[in-house]
């Protein structure tokens, strides 16, 4: 921390009055919020010296390109620990939480669905505009090595666990047809590799690209099959025609484009990166023994079964496999989650303390009305907890910030020790005056800061304003 602090005082010329740690996204990188006044910088703290050179030669030529991503202030002579600019915290992710949920996207979600893969081409041509790729970590390019690593992920960590019978000498056959035409095309372009919503910013209703370290040479149609295509994402066949719709039209901006020609090569990657989501499913979920990875399983079988329905004429053997992986009814049973559930609350104290209805009882409740209340100001009182308005307000002296600190060390330390006790619960709740604004921050915060750190599911409601979710 001491090394992030300096690199804000010599950048800023002001003395750093407020430190809130981030949520990670399972990356082994710490990520901090360092502010003084106005002045807020996000610190970055890394373990891998190859890693952190990528990243910071990338985004400084991304940032020269004017694509859309954060700007480099400063990094440390030996390249562990850097600031970067701040770019707030709304999350595409977060923002399209109700379409992921139901699998309803609004208008409002579709637009910036849409602005996100139609920013891609840009990362993809202009990015690798005088790009080094021989930074990229820990490879270059998408090769040869890449596609057997990941082939291979699907046959032993997710086929093999399934208990299907298959011939690997005709399957081994099949990816090595598959693999020739993966690496047919091989442009001098910029593979994302990690083109999520996670890794999206939106500013402004502007998306930008953050985590694009794991970035090398490669096919551009890599990307799109792992943003429109995730599992997870319940995106409807009409959607995702919207969306690839919307990245061509950007990319004819950097390419000639013959559509027909694209889709059949875009398929060829959706099949493989639906083989290579499935490996990972099954390593977490078999090997690692985290069952809540297996209920995604069933999201990934129902794409296959839909990409399949129409045959890949040149891998018949592997065909003929997945569609026998299909019909596997077990594998569609989501596994019993025995994971810690934390159940998180904000109420308004008028109406008296959430019960806990698992029958533990126990738990924390936090008293917020110690914070600055927006509620008080008429100009507040049409907003929520969940909106820019009144998260600005809470933020502005810091008070919200530094009691959440002290509440992630109380909770922290609590998960922890459930854990290891196998314990099945645990309720935490906000308390405030109406239960609109600071009991709402605290909760919204809490959820994700727990759902990010810890292998945990996580409720939240907030009860005043009938808003239950899961994360």
């Known amino acids: 921390m001491e090394e992030l602090i300096a690199l804000f005082e010599n950048f800023t010329g002001k003395k750093v009055e407020l430190t809130q740690e981030l949520t990670s996204s399972g990356s082994n990188r710490r990520y901090y919020r360092l502010k003084s ?15 952190n050179h990528a990243f910071i030669t990338i985004a400084r030529h991304f940032h020269s390109q004017g694509l859309n991503v954060p700007e480099l202030y400063a990094v440390s002579e030996d390249e562990m620990t850097y600031i970067q600019e701040d770019l707030g915290e709304s999350q595409l992710y977060q923002m399209v939480s109700k379409g992921r949920e139901t699998g309803d996207y609004n208008e409002s979600e579709i637009e910036l669905l849409c602005k996100a893969v139609s920013k891609l081409p840009e990362i993809q041509f202009k990015g690798a505009e005088g790009l080094d790729f021989g930074v990229c970590y820990p490879d270059s390019e998408f090769n040869e ?17 399934t208990g299907l019978e298959f011939n690997e000498v005709r399957l081994q056959d099949d990816f090595d047809r598959l693999k020739e035409d993966l690496l047919k095309e091989q442009n001098n372009t910029f593979m994302y590799r990690d083109f999520q919503a996670r890794n999206v910013m939106v500013r402004d209703r502007e998306p930008y690209y953050i985590d694009f370290q794991g970035g090398r040479r490669g096919p551009i149609y890599y990307d799109v099959a ?39 090569k875009l ?61 596997l009814h077990h594998l569609y049973d989501v596994a019993d989650d025995k994971r810690l559930e934390v159940r998180i609350y904000s109420f ?60 992630y060390s109380l909770v922290d330390s609590h998960v922890q020790r459930f854990q290891e006790r196998k314990f099945t619960h645990l309720q935490v709740c906000f308390g405030c005056t109406g239960g609109q604004h600071r009991s709402v921050y605290c909760a919204e915060h809490l959820a994700e800061h727990l759902s990010h750190k810890f292998d945990v599911k996580v409720a939240l409601t907030h009860r005043e304003l009938h808003i239950e979710k899961q994360l």
């Open 37 to 51: 006044g106005s002045t807020s910088i996000i610190g970055v703290k890394g373990t891998s010296r190859e890693e």
């Open 145 to 161: 090595r890449m596609v057997n690593f990941d082939l291979n992920y699907f046959k032993y960590c997710f086929l093999k666990a």
């Open 226 to 264: 792992s943003f429109i295509w995730q599992a997870r994402s319940r995106f409807s066949e009409d959607l995702k025609e919207t969306l690839i719709q919307a990245y061509l039209d950007s990319l004819r901006e950097f390419t000639e484009v013959n559509e027909v020609e694209f889709r059949e």
């Open 267 to 327: 398929r060829i990657f959706v099949l493989f990166r639906t083989l290579q989501v499935l490996g990972a499913y099954g390593f977490r979920g078999y090997f690692e023994k985290k069952p809540h990875f297996l209920g995604s399983v069933p999201f990934a079988l129902t794409s296959l079964r839909k990409l399949i329905s129409k045959p890949f004429e040149k891998y018949p053997y592997l065909n003929e496999v997945l569609s026998s992986l299909t019909k």
């Open 348 to 407: 308004a104290y008028k109406r008296g303390v959430p019960l806990d209805n698992t029958g533990n009882g126990g738990g924390y409740v936090f008293d917020c009305r110690a914070i600055n209340n927006p509620g008080k100001y008429e100009h507040f009182r049409q907003f929520t907890g969940l909106d820019k308005e009144v998260k600005d307000f809470l933020e502005d002296d810091g008070g919200v910030l530094k009691f959440l600190e002290n509440v």
